[in-house]
Each structure stands twice: as structure tokens, then as C-alpha cells.
């Protein structure tokens, strides 16, 4: 069959074409407004966060300088920038005789070092890490609940890491140690790994071979809580049947982490937990939460979609949002005018500017098409 078109249509049509050709793409709108609120964010933590010894925050611990400058290296700032290089060195002097990297006599020695294992692993394309991450490694390591042979397995606290103070593991401090141990070259086959695997999976709101604690049918959600350990501890309290509540933070934490710890899309773990991300899929707060902690889960949000590989997430009203571009926006708008952003909130240091920023900038860097 033979089709023949008149003169005119195909004139409109190559005049359609060149409009469109002209259009501003959406993607491309997007990514540009990425640059800005990155490159304000940027300005801010050079000009305005930073202190003379290339630290931020200090007098919260090393925590906010680690995750400050990775922020900066995951977009794009070279590890021989001045700034970063002084913070770079600033860590450096951390470094303990164990393997370890923290302050002496913290009581956050696992977070501390798994967060700079983090910063260090984004500024070691020249390998002028490898010693001190791999010494890193058997350190947090050899803190982890369960580490030591002959270890009870049906302890509890299994599998987890935590703050020292506490005396027991958390969900949190866990997700940042297997972030840690993937950075060290952990494959999912790690016995480290397969350890936190058991911890965290008990700490979900989902009865399973996997989890029989007390906890784990009295909510029975999928989603995640902070600890089972020493009682158990939900940030987000309890149900009248003594239930932990989920909440968002610590439900995308531990989504994240069975995902680098190759548990499959098709388990039962990961499809409760998704289905609870679609029941409560939000950017306005931390879900369960309100606005406490809203920046770490803004980070661990963009973590953990990027750890699924979806551009367009789907919630239980069947609304398909584009969660980068919807992050972006979000982040655009909470963002101050000298380009940092703070938490009225100030639970978990989150009205500190400095902290707040590197978690919004850790976030936006899981935003990049």
C-alpha cells in the first residue's frame, strides 16, 4: 500500500518537529536545578561550614566532617581540592593503632569508623587508602556482635553493631557498617555480612524463619524498627500490645541493607518492606517520625530507591512518582538562602546546619540521571 502526503502536513509536521526539538526536556530541567541547589550547597560548606583545620562541627565528633566531605567528593569536588584535602588529613589524624578510625574514648567507634571508611573509600582512586580501609574493615569487624567464634546465634543482639555506651546494636549503626563493609569489597557471600543479614531481619515488623522474636507478629507491617536487642527500641514507640513501630527511617535503612546484602527481590523480607515504602511513600516528613530526623531519612530514602534501580516508584494508591526529580524539588525548596539547610527539629544534631547539608547533598547525589 502506498501512502503520499500533500505539500502542508508535511511542512506542519516539520514545523512540529522543530518545536518540539526546542522544547526544554523535564529531565534536563531537573538536572539543572540539581546543579544549583548542589553548587549552593557546595558554596556553603567551603565558604561557610568549614573550619580552619578542615573539620565541620567539631564538637560533635569526627561523624559530620566524614559525611560532610563525602558529599562533596560524591559530586564531583576532587580529593586534591583544598578544602577537601584538609578535612581528608583532619581524618587522617583519627586513625588508631587498632584499625579503627575515631576519637579516643568515644563511645561511637563503630559509626565513626564506618563513616570514614566511606569518605576514604570516595577519595581512593589512587589507592592512597587501601591499607587503612582494609585495617578498617577487621576492625568493625571484630566489634560486630557475633564476631567472636562460637557465638549464639540466637542472642539477639547477633549480627548487629551499635554505640558503645548502649551496650547493644541498633538497626542504624548496622546499615552504615554493611555501607562500610561493601566499600571494603564485601560481596554478599561475607560472613560479616550474612551476620548483619540475621540482625536486621529481626528487626522488622515481619514473622518470619527469619525473625520469631516477641516483636515480630505484633505489628506485622514489613516495615522496620531500631533495635531488637535489650528489649527492643523503636524511636517511634510502642503499640498498645507492646509492639515497635516502624518508621521510615530505619524501614528504607533496612531495605537498603538486605538489597547490598544480596537478599533477592522475590524474598518475602523485601517485598514486605517495599509494599510498606508504597503504604507510606513521603517527602514531607520522616514517616512515623515527623520531622526528627527528616535529613538522614531524606539521605537513606535516596539510598534505598537507588538500591532497588527504579526511576519511577509506584505507592499504594497507584500514584507513579518520580522520586529524584520529587527529592530535588523538595530539597530546593527546604534550602536556605546561603545554600545550607537545618532541621527545626534539632533531635540527632539535625539543627546543626553543617550536618543537615552533608545528608541533603549525600541524598541529591543519588539524584544524578
Known amino acids: 500500500m502506498n501512502f503520499s502526503y500533500s505539500p502542508d502536513f508535511l511542512r506542519v509536521s516539520a514545523l512540529l518537529l522543530v518545536v518540539a526539538a526546542s522544547l526544554p526536556c523535564a529531565a534536563d530541567d531537573t538536572q539543572k536545578d540539581l546543579e544549583q541547589v548542589v553548587t549552593k550547597a557546595i558554596r556553603y560548606l567551603r565558604t561557610k561550614g568549614v573550619a580552619a583545620d578542615g573539620s565541620y562541627s567539631r564538637q560533635a565528633g569526627i561523624g559530620v566532617t566524614a559525611l560532610a566531605t563525602t558529599g562533596l567528593l560524591r559530586h564531583g569536588v576532587p580529593a586534591d581540592d583544598p578544602v577537601v584535602a584538609k578535612s581528608l588529613k583532619h581524618l587522617e589524624g583519627f586513625v588508631q593503632a587498632d584499625g579503627g578510625i575515631y576519637e579516643s574514648g568515644t563511645f561511637y567507634r563503630n ?81 560479616a555480612m550474612q551476620r548483619a543479614v540475621t540482625f536486621i531481619s529481626r528487626c522488622q515488623n515481619l514473622e518470619t524463619e527469619h525473625n520469631t522474636t516477641p516483636f515480630a507478629a505484633k505489628v506485622e507491617d514489613g516495615g522496620f524498627y531500631y533495635t531488637v536487642a535489650a528489649g527492643g527500641d523503636s524511636k517511634s514507640g510502642k503499640t498498645a500490645n507492646g509492639g515497635l513501630r516502624s518508621y521510615g527511617g530505619m524501614t528504607y535503612a533496612g531495605l537498603k541493607s538486605m538489597i547490598y546484602a544480596g537478599v533477592k527481590r522475590d524474598d518475602p523480607r523485601v517485598q514486605a518492606a517495599v509494599k510498606w515504602v508504597r503504604q507510606h511513600y513521603d517527602l514531607s516528613t520522616n514517616p512515623g517520625m515527623g520531622d526528627a530526623g527528616l535529613y538522614y531519612y531524606y539521605h537513606i530514602f535516596a539510598k534505598a530507591l537507588s538500591a532497588l534501580s527504579v526511576d519511577k516508584f509506584t505507592d499504594a494508591r497507584g500514584q507513579q512518582h518520580d522520586w529524584q526529580a520529587e527529592l530535588i524539588e523538595t530539597l530546593a525548596v527546604r534550602q536556605q538562602a546561603d545554600g545550607a539547610w537545618t532541621n527545626g527539629n534539632a533531635r540527632w544534631f539535625e539543627g546543626d546546619p553543617n550536618l543537615a547539608t552533608a545528608y541533603a547533598l549525600l541524598a541529591l547525589s543519588y539524584c544524578r540521571r
Open 111 to 191: 559509626y565513626e569508623t564506618c563513616l570514614v571508611v566511606l569518605c576514604f573509600k570516595e577519595a581512593n582512586a589512587d589507592g592512597r587508602y587501601d591499607a587503612v580501609i582494609r585495617k578498617a574493615d577487621g576492625f568493625v569487624q571484630g566489634i560486630q556482635w557475633g564476631a567472636d567464634e562460637g557465638a549464639d546465634e540466637s542472642d539477639l543482639a547477633y549480627g548487629g553493631s551499635g554505640y558503645g555506651k548502649h551496650k547493644r546494636p541498633d538497626l542504624s549503626n548496622t546499615s552504615f557498617f554493611v555501607d562500610a563493609l561493601r566499600a571494603a569489597g564485601h560481596g554478599e557471600e561475607s560472613e
